[in-house]
């Protein structure tokens, strides 16, 4: 079963590269009494989230700070070596979005938001979806109804709805 607005998130591991390599993060961590916009995407340098949902975060970033957003974070079905190159490539990282990874896709599992394309080499991967967490309890859930698709998951949707 899919989460839904008014649902806690569960306890996740994320893992992102530190000064020192890989380093874990702790979902409660990031959304403990947080405000917090969570996007999520199918894959690192696909198509739709290389050019439109990854930039759609960078372009309204301050506009979430505006809104009292401490912290915008994309996950992926990655590894953390492939979620800093994309990063870098993005400007991701210098716009401040933290790019972690659900290398295992258990959070996204666990959530409900996993999916399969064999056809294109997509196995255990996200749906498109964004959503905004108050001390991690979702309270705007926004899912693509096609991995291809950007419009509802966008930061500019994200940003109206809160």
Known sequence: MAISVGDKLP?????????EGPEEVKLSDLTSGRKVAIFAVPGAFTP???SAHVPSFI???DEFVAKGVDEIVCISVNDPFVMKEW???TGADTAGIAMLADAESAFTTSIGMNFDAPPVGLMARSKRYAMFVDNGVVKVLNEEASPGECEIAAGETLLDAI
């Open 11 to 19: 306890e996740a591991t994320f893992v992102r590269m530190g000064a």
């Open 48 to 50: 739709t989230c290389h």
């Open 59 to 61: 372009r309204t970033k």
């Open 87 to 89: 990063a870098a490539a």
